[in-house]
Structure formats: structure tokens, C-alpha cells
């Protein structure tokens, strides 16, 4: 049976691993946002990888830039673009983020947002073909996909234990800065509210006005970073 230090070798680039466990996966009582239309119900999840950013402009950009000029599709590609519409908001001047968000320098390292669940699944089968293209000695071909809903909550609660008996998780991710110096500071990037994109205080401030860069805040306990927060992302049974 291989150990993990040798499944580990084999993790693709940009990747982390996230063991199997036991959660309970549902509206919690100790969750008192949002509609509690889930029962709290015990799962399993079996240990797989997870990029440990959400998909940036410049990996997507390298897609389109294969699309274009390697396979010279230009309905796949004219398809591939995301909706830069999403940008837009009444009463709201984001007509730069309209013409630059995806394609200028500065926002290389941003996650790509107005990608469709079928936009999401195309890019995987793209990276899918790329990664076992570079990798073609392996006997074992890797297949990149949407992580089902399951494993991404799985994935976000990082270190816990469930309690069985409750039904409830003895750890789930805090938003907030919980001891010391900063107390109660946004620890992720949130949109809290309708006019509230960024806070109304300092301490408050989550620092992201708009998507934040990936790597901006802290990972979490598996090396995900943005978990929760900044920008939605897909899963495969949405």
C-alpha cells in the first residue's frame, strides 16, 4: 500500500492534497446565516487533490491562447470567453474591470470570474489532455475535473472532528481574526452586504473592493487558499 509521502509525489502542479474523513455536512445550529434548508446528515469523503487556487486570469488566458493559435478554433474560442458583463451594475462605473479585468497585466494573478459550469468543465477536460500530454511516460493518466459539493465542503472545513452523537462539527472555518492584535478583523475577502463591498471602518475591512488576488489571504489548514469568500466557485453537481 503506498504511504501518503509517495501519493504526494504525483500531485499535479498547483495542487494539495486533501485526506479522506468523516463530516457532517448540512445547516448547522451554530450557522445562523442563510436558509436553513438542509438536515445535518454524516458523510465520507474519499482523499483527493485540489488546486490550492481558484482558476486566475493568466491560466485562463493560456486556454484561450490555445484554442486560438494552437488548435485555430475560433467557435470553441469565441465560446471559451468569459461574460464580462458580470461587471456590470447599475449606478456603477466598472466599465475598466469590463475592458481590463481579464486581459491586462496587473489582474494576471486574479481569479477569472464570469465563466459558465459548462465554460469550468471544458477548461478542465483542456487541462486534463495538457497534463497528461507533459507526463506521457506515466502509466497513470490524471483527469482534472470540478470537485463535487461534498468535497469541497469537505475541503473548507479543514481541521475538525465531528461529533456523531450531535451532528455537529467541533471546528469550521472562522471569517474573523478570533485573538490578538486585530480582533474581529475580516480574515477573507466578503461582499457583506448590498453597499458594503469593502467595510465602513478600518478594522472592519476585508481589503478586496473586487476580487482579491489568490494568494492574498491566509490558507487554510490543507494549503487552500480563498476557500471561503472572494469570488464563487463551481462544483461538479451544481
Request: glycine residues 6%.
Amino acid at each position: 500500500r503506498k504511504g501518503r509521502k509517495e501519493v504526494l509525489k504525483k500531485a499535479p502542479a498547483n495542487m494539495v492534497y486533501i485526506p479522506s474523513g468523516k463530516f457532517v455536512m448540512g445547516e448547522l445550529e451554530k450557522v445562523t446565516t442563510g436558509e436553513k434548508n438542509t438536515l445535518p446528515h454524516l458523510q465520507e469523503v474519499e482523499a483527493f487533490y485540489m488546486d490550492r487556487t481558484e482558476v486566475t486570469n493568466q491560466s485562463y488566458l493560456a486556454y484561450l491562447n490555445w484554442l486560438l493559435k494552437v488548435e485555430g478554433d475560433l467557435i470553441n474560442y469565441q465560446f471559451a470567453l468569459p461574460d464580462t458583463h458580470v461587471w456590470h451594475r447599475p449606478m456603477s462605473y466598472n466599465e475598466p474591470f469590463v475592458r481590463e479585468y481579464l486581459r491586462h497585466p496587473s489582474y494576471q494573478y486574479y481569479p477569472v470570474v464570469g465563466i459558465s459550469w459548462v465554460q469550468a468543465n471544458l477548461y478542465c477536460e483542456w487541462r486534463t489532455a495538457r497534463i497528461n500530454e507533459l507526463d506521457s511516460m506515466s502509466e497513470d493518466s490524471i483527469v482534472v475535473r470540478l470537485p463535487t459539493e461534498l468535497e469541497w465542503e469537505h475541503a473548507s472545513l479543514t481541521a475538525y472532528s465531528y461529533n456523531e452523537q450531535n451532528m455537529t462539527n467541533d471546528r469550521y472555518f472562522s471569517i474573523r481574526q478570533k485573538l490578538g492584535f486585530g480582533r474581529g478583523k475580516m480574515m477573507h475577502n466578503f461582499y457583506r452586504g448590498r453597499g458594503d463591498a469593502g467595510g465602513v471602518a478600518h478594522r472592519p475591512n476585508d481589503a478586496g473592493l473586487i476580487p482579491a488576488p489568490v494568494y492574498m489571504y491566509e490558507p487554510n489548514d490543507f494549503g487552500w487558499y480563498n476557500m471561503p469568500g472572494n469570488v464563487p466557485e463551481w462544483v461538479a453537481d451544481a
